[in-house]
T-cell receptor, first 109, second 115 residues
Framework: GDSVTQMEGPVTLSEEAFLTINCTYTATGYPSLFWYVQYPGEGLQLLLKATKADDKGSNKGFEATYRKETTSFHLEKGSVQVSDSAVYFCALYGNKLVFGAGTILRVKS | NAGVMQNPRHLVRRRGQEARLRCSPMKGHSHVYWYRQLPEEGLKFMVYLQKENIIDESGMPKERFSAEFPKEGPSILRIQQVVRGDSAAYFC?????????????FGEGSWLTVV
């Protein structure tokens, strides 16, 4: 069945550092791909999405490009802030939304 | 336009009691999904429902768990005879249709604690 694999965390960075969180997927067909963010004690918020190959999703300085050839959807941000500290989930939607295990990001000032 | 509404936000139950979690989808959304997040883990799919129909329940435990989405009213996730291992955050999500590419919106979750 469909699955998503994310890099394990926690990822600890200093403020203004460059962020990459790797995400690869296995799916039949052509799923839509998402990144969700979860702040402590809260629900999930959609961060960005891409619905077809080579699409780039972007929001709040975060970007991810749908790479069909490498079945990847890596999340990047050029300069992280302390307020970006959260858990980030990569997900795909084929006939249901399937999540990766999540990656904890901690940003130090 | 209200988002996905879940209640209660926090629920404490003793072992053996029943827990009922409610989810009202966004206006105009007829598809509801339930996910469970165990402590320090990711989100696991439980069930996908449309009005009066269960579409996919492949993630539901075989016993004690049930879900419904009636023609009128919210979707209900029901856990009978709760055990400590049921302690988790339960998230509901909704979408306007089954089409891939539609964004699925999440509620803020219901945190169940079994004591």
């Amino acid at each position: 069945g469909d699955s998503v694999t994310q890099m394990e965390g926690p990822v600890t960075l200093s403020e203004e550092a460059f962020l990459t969180i790797n995400c690869t997927y296995t799916a039949t067909g052509y799923p839509s791909l998402f990144w969700y963010v979860q702040y402590p004690g809260e629900g999930l918020q959609l961060l960005l999405k891409a619905t077809k190959a080579d699409d780039k999703g972007s929001n709040k300085g975060f970007e991810a490009t749908y790479r069909k050839e490498t079945t990847s959807f890596h999340l990047e941000k050029g300069s992280v802030q302390v307020s970006d500290s959260a858990v980030y989930f990569c997900a795909l939607y084929g006939n249901k939304l399937v999540f990766g295990a999540g990656t904890i990001l901690r940003v130090k000032s | 336009n209200a988002g996905v509404m879940q209640n209660p936000r926090h629920l404490v139950r003793r072992r053996g009691q029943e827990a009922r979690l409610r989810c009202s989808p966004m206006k105009g959304h007829s598809h509801v999904y339930w996910y469970r997040q165990l402590p320090e883990e990711g989100l696991k799919f439980m069930v996908y429902l449309q009005k009066e129909n269960i579409i996919d329940e492949s993630g539901m435990p075989k016993e004690r768990f049930s879900a419904e989405f009636p023609k009128e009213g919210p979707s209900i996730l029901r856990i009978q005879q709760v055990v400590r291992g049921d302690s988790a955050a339960y998230f509901c999500a909704s979408s306007p249709s089954w089409m891939a590419g539609n964004t699925i919106y999440f509620g803020e979750g219901s945190w169940l604690t079994v004591v």
